[in-house]
């Protein structure tokens, strides 16, 4: 396996109650890439996330992040190495914002342990890193949704993993805060290196902050490489059997598309 190489899949397969949701999935995400995954409903987006992270566990094939064999790994050793940001996060208790993103730091915790010095200069960084420093008492059950969406990428930072995983992270969000915080998630990935790995809703999004994309389709990948490349008429035509035009857009040069009725 190349030195490189963050995430390798080989022969994926899982199904749901004898209901294939992913087959056959061969793949390969380089370190400090940024990697979306778009698809219909039903295509395996979200559970080929959970492979990786093994929250589920696959049924045939192989899973490897960098030289690791994810079945080997104990559920710290993976989260040490994978960090997973939800849509959202329904809290059971009354957590501050401070206590939300301090749970990143318990693979590096024993069991009777509190945080360290070390820890809380960690927990810093984070709320720092996401602008949310100054709203670090305030309850996470107060805060709007974009905050909230960076609470939990925060909560990711201070894992300290070198792979994100995103699940529609602008779901739910109003346009500015899906364009701030998509923003913030390609500025980590410059900056730090973070393999991101984000299943998106939104095309356009996905054209202008994916360096590389995925497209599946019943549980199989049908198209995999460079955004600019693989976002084309015949591609998205198969993928959603709705009529697109995709132009340049004149200001950014990125692509936008347009869905025809």
Request: charged share 25%; proline share 3%; aromatic share 6%.
């Amino acid at each position: 396996m190349n030195s490189s190489t963050a995430i390798k899949i080989e022969n994926l397969r899982f199904a749901y109650d004898g209901i294939p949701a992913l087959d056959g999935i061969d793949l390969e995400i380089e370190t400090g890439d940024f990697v979306g995954i778009v698809g219909p409903n039903g295509s395996g987006k979200t559970t080929l996330l959970k492979m990786i992270c093994r929250s589920l566990k696959y049924q045939q094939g192989e899973v490897y992040l960098g030289q690791q064999h994810l079945g080997e790994m104990s559920r710290l050793q993976i989260a040490k190495e994978v960090a997973v940001v939800p849509q959202e996060l329904t809290a059971a208790f009354p957590f501050t914002v401070w206590e939300m993103v301090s749970m990143g730091r318990h693979p590096y915790m024993g069991r009777f342990s509190s945080l360290t010095a070390k820890d809380d200069a960690i927990i810093h960084q984070a709320l720092d890193e996401v602008g949310l420093t100054d709203l670090k008492k305030r309850f996470y059950v107060q805060l709007s949704g974009g905050e909230k969406q960076k609470v939990l990428i925060a909560q990711a930072l201070a894992q300290e993993a070198a792979i994100l995983l995103l699940d529609e992270p602008t779901s739910h969000l109003d346009i500015s805060r899906q364009l701030e915080i998509m923003s913030l998630v390609a500025d980590l990935n410059k900056r730090q290196g973070r393999t991101v790995v984000a299943v998106m809703h939104d095309l356009n999004l996905a054209a202008n902050f994916c360096r590389r994309l995925i497209l599946m389709k019943k549980g199989k990948i049908t198209n995999y490489g460079p955004t600019e490349s693989v976002l084309n008429r015949k591609n998205l035509m198969k993928l959603f059997a709705t009529e697109v035009i995709i132009e340049r857009h004149r200001t950014t040069g990125k692509l936008n598309i347009t869905y025809l009725i």
